[in-house]
């Protein structure tokens, strides 16, 4: 504002346009611009105006926005997808708005009800007690201690459940995942790879608010052909043989702590040869863990390619979470950008998503939201191609009311004909009626879950 100012102050006082836009660096358009401005505005031409177009060519038309407020206020109870359908059935026009638009107009007038998001809760999986070598491994971090030159130390230790062997314990500065991932896969090349790694559900081993509550590193112990074990929130006792290394380690190592993480690490050095080859367990028969422990037979050789043969289609998940399925974007979980993806059509514009051998959700070619499924670890919904056994399976639909403090869900055929039986979804929490019976709610909250199921009625 002041340059321009000066700019006009200068003009009215007789100096030429040329020199003077040469001078203050702008175009002489730009000079004749400033001072008509001046001439009809005054003072006010010297402040910034708005930079907001004049015209929006895709800007929804003021009717349609005002027939989905009138709608909405007709019928509170009604949301986007229904509004819209509505609005279909009164305009014939080409172009009608999406269910998103639909629901950002309501937004914007404040008719849309927001409900306090949910914190989702971490679980534990089913635990296994394995007698041999590399079925288990076990990793946690020590809890942190402050150093002789007032850093943190978080250790990340690394243990075999049968053996007690400890593979790993190394000082680092921090918990993110990057430098997880360098210790895991320098304790991979040096003794092979297990079949099961237990971990409790914090970082960077899980991701509180990731889908199913992974993280980077246990989506990359997946793809390793690892499985994961959870102990459940506020149980250490289920990686007790872990816990118990902790406070040998705490009491032999850390006190007193290292001047700094170098030493540091080099006391752990001395603290894993004599934990594994001098310290005699009682649980071991007082035998050492190295008298036990055997390299393990898989061989770390990175990553392979994943493929997709029987999907309709291999689909690369980006950087910030999502696929892209016929100019639609489907949000996944940025835990999986950079893995490749199957999508295929399990029923009448219904897809289901899966990673690896792990079916993560289905989702329908119109809203395109993913509706997970509840045990991503559990059987496969859909394996390989067998001419044998392809027609003996119908897909069915179940809906399950999932409103609080309702269970209970209603199975419909979808396709394949014959009527389809009830589950029961223990997953959640609830009444334990069906939606259609629900006796806490007038209106339950229902969502779609899909199973493929033997048909009875195939001859």
Known sequence: MDERLRFVARLLEGEKMAPLCAE????????????DRYKDC?????SDRSH??????NRLPAPIEATIVRLKREYPGWGAPKIREKLR??????HLPAISTVHAVLDRHPLVHHRRRRRPRAGGTALSRPSQPNVLWCADYKGEFLLGNRKYCYPLTITDFASRYLLTC?????TQEKFAFTVFERTFKEFGLPQVIRTDNGVPFASAHALYGLSKLAVWWLRLGIQIERITPGHPQQNGRHERMHLTLKREATKPAAANVLQQQARFDDFLTRFNTDRPHQALGMKVPADLYARSPRVYRGLEELTYPFHDQTIMVTGCGRIC???????LSHVFAGQSVGVTQVGERIWLVT?????????????????PIENPFGPKVLGEFNPSTQHHMRLEAVWVCVGAGCRGPSAMSCGGGGGGASRCDKS??????????CTRWSRPKVALRLALVADPAWR
Do not use: W
């Not at 059935?89 to 080409?94: D, E, I, K, W, Y």
């Not at 190394?170 to 921090?174: D, G, Q, V």
């Not at 399925?325 to 949000?331: P, T």
């Not at 690896?356 to 939201?369: A, I, K, S």
């Open 24 to 35: 203050f660096g702008i175009s002489r358009k730009t000079g004749y611009k400033i001072f």
């Open 42 to 46: 005054g003072v006010q031409a010297f």
């Open 52 to 57: 907001r177009a004049h015209r929006q060519a």
């Open 89 to 94: 059935q009164q305009f014939t026009g080409p």
């Open 170 to 174: 190394e000082a680092l500065l921090t």
């Open 325 to 331: 399925f016929r100019g639609r974007k489907v949000n």
């Open 355 to 371: 990673f690896m051998q792990y079916d993560l959700g289905y989702f329908d070619d119109e809203t395109c939201r993913l509706e």
């Open 428 to 437: 959640r929490r609830g009444c334990g009626a069906p939606p259609a019976s």
